[in-house]
């Protein structure tokens, strides 16, 4: 079954520092997003992506945040000057219509 | 923003009991998701309602789409450990498709 792979597992980094977290979405969906989870809370969009530029973004998505899709296969959510209220399970997916594939997620811890 | 309430937020039953988790919301729900995921992963869609009064079933799972659209119930039969998880109900909305999750129900089969 098709899957949406998320690299690294897990990432911790130092405070200001900034990070990419890589994502390869099902190669024939249409719509990318990342999704966060800080622990014991709830899972919150993003930001969704499609035909290469955002096309929704909440909130949390602010100046901090950027996505890229620079090449056909991969997709790309870059956090920069890091904080410690960023650490939390962020969880890359795609969909062709109703149906949404999450990959694994990444955990990332900011020190 | 839509806020979506599960109920109960933990549940832990013996193996071969019956149970029924809920997800309401104040107003009418577009279509619904509802997902399950285990610890460290992301979520898996199980389901997706968009009727009122609509029912689903997959294999001992049965969803029920509330008739105003404003609730939903997930019922389990003859639960079995491995369907311990998280099972978060979503709705699925606006132009980019995006999920707004609930809190989600914890359940807990034991053997």
């Known amino acids: 079954e098709p899957e949406v792979t998320q690299t690294p597992s897990h990432q911790v980094t130092q405070m200001g520092q900034e990070v990419i977290l890589r994502c390869v979405p099902i190669?024939?969906?249409?719509?990318f997003y990342w999704y966060r989870q800080i622990l014991g809370q709830k899972v919150e969009f993003l930001v969704s992506?499609?035909?290469?530029?955002?096309?929704?973004k909440s909130e949390i998505f602010d100046d901090q945040f950027s996505v890229e899709r620079p090449d056909g296969s991969n997709f790309t959510l870059k956090i920069r000057s890091t904080k410690l209220e960023d650490s939390a399970m962020y969880f890359c997916?795609?969909?062709?219509?109703?149906?949404?594939?999450f990959g694994s997620g990444t955990r990332l811890t900011v020190v | 923003t839509q806020l979506l309430e599960q109920s109960p937020q933990f549940l832990s039953i013996q193996e071969g009991e019956n149970l029924t988790v809920y997800c309401n919301s104040s107003?009418?729900?577009?279509?619904l998701q509802w997902y399950r995921q285990e610890p460290g992963e992301g979520p898996v869609l199980l389901v997706t309602v968009v009727t009122g009064g609509e029912v689903k079933k997959l294999k001992r799972l049965t969803f029920q789409f509330g008739d105003a659209r404003k609730d939903s119930s997930l019922h389990i039969t003859a639960a079995q450990p491995g369907d311990t998880g998280l099972y978060l109900c979503?709705?699925?909305?606006?132009?980019?498709?995006?999920?707004?999750f609930g809190s989600g129900t914890q359940l807990t089969v034991l053997p």
């Open positions: 107003s009418v729900f577009s279509s």
């Open positions: 992506f499609y035909n290469n530029e955002i096309s929704e």
């Open positions: 190669s024939n969906h249409l719509y």
């Open positions: 997916a795609s969909s062709e219509s109703y149906g949404y594939t």
């Open positions: 979503a709705e699925l909305s606006g132009s980019a498709r995006q999920l707004t």
